[in-house]
């Protein structure tokens, strides 16, 4: 006890915590320098990059360079996002430009405001939109994709239009398929039954009325010499506000193909699709199959309104896959013309149904091969319903894998949550008088109290 007590031991105790302290933030700086690791906390990973980027930038071939102009007090706001790019891959460089200093270099490269970030990788040369992720990632995949893209819709049957932002419309789905360096148009194949050779992707999207016999034709003519489509095709309602066409020709097109659309309405009895605020009428989908579109959406929900079922079977020259199937909950109906069903009818259909599949026709050409979607929803992809969970994300991995482009399938990162806590009248008096009467009221008691007690 004298010996802990001596003022050498304490000296002596004292400078070894300093010397472990001083060496614990050596060691710490160093491996900082060396290994510089960072953690997102927030719900929406909002700071950290995508996996569609992670997977772009891992998988490059050969070396790329992110060169960022501006002035040179000004590096900091970039810094955080492009230094993100060059940790994923020794093969990504970045360097930072003041146009001021070498005005130049600037001037060889087309340089003319500040802000600007060019991407190169091998003698190809982008300019980022912007300087956030989505715009640095864009200029990525249109250096790496040589070709032009371009998704067409089909119109003039009744079906939603990529220029309507009403909550029908397809403006959103256009938006984001501009996001992934995709071109949209519309075309009318009423007026031309054909397909213009330009079109990489065509969009059948929720007709209401029948396609004739030429469009069905100009379609199969398209997808069977190699072109790919995307088929969303409603259940054939009767209801007086809502009728939708039968298409028996596009049907039986598809059926040649191996899917046959039924004519029922899935209704989803699942109670985590009614905690969702989902009615029955929506199918909600939590499991998938392991086509590429949908493999890497384990643990994602998505949402389709007003579905039909469908059977699918290979062909002589077509290969059908399931993509996902209502839940075990789900029942079919095949009353179309009322809006009351009966979940208790016994010619209903019991669940699990397919509701989408992916299929892929031999052309018998080398280096050719037509592949089709169909999803028996059209409303899932509307302004409405795109941004519910995993919808998003579905409508461009379809759109990657159908244009080739399966290295760009993935989850696209979340936008940033909406945590506003809405609360009625009665709430937020309830809040004020504890917060400026029954709070402070209890200090000043809580004080009177010590007081008298000393006292």
């Known amino acids: 006890m004298q010996f802990l007590k001596a003022r050498q031991t304490k000296y002596a105790a004292y400078a070894t915590v300093y010397i472990l302290v001083v060496l614990a933030i050596m060691v710490a700086n160093i491996l900082g320098d060396r290994y510089n ?122 079906e939603h239009q990529i220029d309507d932002s009403d909550r029908n419309g397809y403006s959103q789905l256009k ?58 095709l409603d259940p054939p309602l009767k209801l007086r506000r809502s009728e939708v066409g039968e298409n028996d020709g596009l049907a039986s097109l598809l059926q040649s193909w191996g899917v046959t659309l039924n004519k029922d309405l899935i209704l989803d009895l699942n109670p985590i699709g009614q905690l969702a605020g989902l009615g029955p009428q929506v199918a909600l989908v939590t499991s998938y199959d392991s086509h590429p579109i949908v493999s890497e959406m384990k643990g994602t929900a998505t949402g389709f309104p007003l579905s ?9 020259k077509t290969t059908v896959q399931k993509l996902f199937s209502s839940s075990e909950s789900s029942l079919a109906t095949t009353n179309l013309s009322s809006p009351a069903v009966d979940p208790n009818d016994p010619k209903n259909k019991k ?33 409405s319903f795109i941004r519910f969970n995993g919808n998003r994300d579905l409508a461009l991995n379809a759109m990657n894998w159908l244009s080739s482009d399966e290295d760009l399938i993935s989850i696209r990162p979340k936008e940033q949550d909406d945590r506003r806590i809405t609360m009625t009248r009665a709430q937020l008096t309830w809040v004020r008088t504890t917060s400026q009467f029954m709070l402070p009221l209890v200090v000043v008691v809580a004080g009177v109290a010590v007081w008298w007690r000393r006292r």
């Open 351 to 383: 669940g699990p149904m397919t509701i989408a599949a992916a299929g892929s026709y031999t052309t018998g050409k080398e280096n050719s091969q037509g592949r089709f979607v169909v999803l028996g929803s059209s409303s899932w992809a509307a302004n």
């Open 37 to 158: 690791k960072s953690y997102d906390g927030t719900a929406n990973k909002r700071y950290s990059l995508s996996d569609q980027t992670v997977k772009i930038v891992k998988g490059l071939k050969q070396d790329a360079t992110i060169t960022y102009f501006d002035q040179s007090t000004r590096f900091q706001r970039t810094r955080d996002v492009l230094d993100q790019y060059a940790k994923l891959s020794p093969k990504v460089h970045v360097e930072y430009v003041d146009p001021d200093k070498k005005p130049q270099f600037a001037r060889d490269a087309g340089i003319k405001s500040y802000g600007t970030a060019i991407v190169q990788i091998g003698a190809r040369k982008e300019e980022a939109k912007s300087t956030t992720e989505e715009g640095i990632t864009g200029a990525f995949i249109r250096d790496l994709k040589n070709n032009t893209r371009t998704v067409c819709f089909v119109s003039g049957s009744g």
């Open 308 to 316: 039909r079922s469908m059977e699918i079977k290979n062909g002589d």
């Open 175 to 232: 938006d984001l398929l501009g996001k992934d360096e995709y071109s949209t148009k519309s075309i009318n194949l009423l007026q031309k039954a054909e397909i213009p050779n330009d079109c990489t992707t065509l969009v059948v999207g929720g007709p209401t009325s029948d396609y004739q016999q030429p469009q069905v034709d100009a379609i199969k003519k398209y997808v069977e010499d190699g072109g790919r489509a995307l088929f969303m």
